[in-house]
């Protein structure tokens, strides 16, 4: 697996060099100090995963990941960082990386991050996990929490679907040949089923039960 490293540091890039040094199945192909450098890399180049930062000059981890997803690229994204504030968790989350850990962090915890996503898996820091969790929890009703999963129709699967991939209602509601008002309705019994309050919460609530899985 080819990855680009994006740090503005050089001491964190020299040692995730130290991680991959005479590793077989992964080595870091580029490397860049911002967001913008990354973008103009993977321009240029061929790369199966992206291991960014948050906090960077010029443009940040999450301008960059937006901005590929918005060009439909294939490319995993791990995200490491100091960051571990339920804001940026969010905002990655909806983005749709499929791995966050934090930088105090060992190296078996990177290279099992970067094992499972090369399986077509996900993988969370168990900081971030926790924080998710409580975010989830703290969006459900009492009588809901005790569920692991919720019975949703297929209807309401493609809806959650397309919410995760921030379409509006009217976006929704053209791909699949509905009424906004039928979009709203199904909106709104996901989150009566999932007993979030908002879209937000109904997206992290995927996130945690794993709906991801069986929506792509």
């Known amino acids: 697996m080819d990855i680009l490293l994006v740090d503005d540091h050089k001491m964190v890039r020299d040692v995730f060099g130290f991680y991959f040094e ?5 080595r870091i192909k580029g490397e860049a100090s911002n967001g913008q450098e990354a973008f103009d890399l993977i321009s240029k180049n061929t790369y199966e995963l992206l291991i960014t930062d948050i906090n960077m000059p010029i443009m940040n981890g999450v301008e960059l990941v937006k901005i590929l997803k918005e060009n439909s690229s294939p490319l995993k994204t791990l995200v490491v960082t100091m960051q571990d504030d339920l804001t940026h968790i969010k905002q990655m989350l909806q983005l749709g990386i499929d791995g966050y850990i934090l930088k105090d962090s060992g190296k078996d ?4 991050a970067i094992n499972a996503i090369s399986r077509g898996e996900h993988y969370f820091h168990e900081q971030v996990t926790k924080r998710v969790m409580s975010s989830v929890s703290g969006n ?7 569920l692991s999963t919720v ?10 679907k397309l919410i995760m991939d921030e379409k509006s209602n009217q976006e929704i509601a053209e791909e699949l040949h509905i009424s906004t008002r039928t979009v709203e309705g199904h909106k709104h019994s996901l989150l009566t089923k999932t007993g979030c ?3 937000v919460g109904l997206t992290i609530y995927a996130v945690e039960h794993q709906l991801i899985e069986t929506l792509k």
């Open 22 to 26: 005479n590793n077989e199945d992964f």
């Open 109 to 112: 915890t990177v290279l099992a």
């Open 140 to 146: 459900m009703s009492n009588s809901q929490r005790s």
């Open 151 to 160: 019975a949703l129709s297929d209807r309401e699967r493609e809806v959650l």
């Open 197 to 199: 309050k908002n879209l």
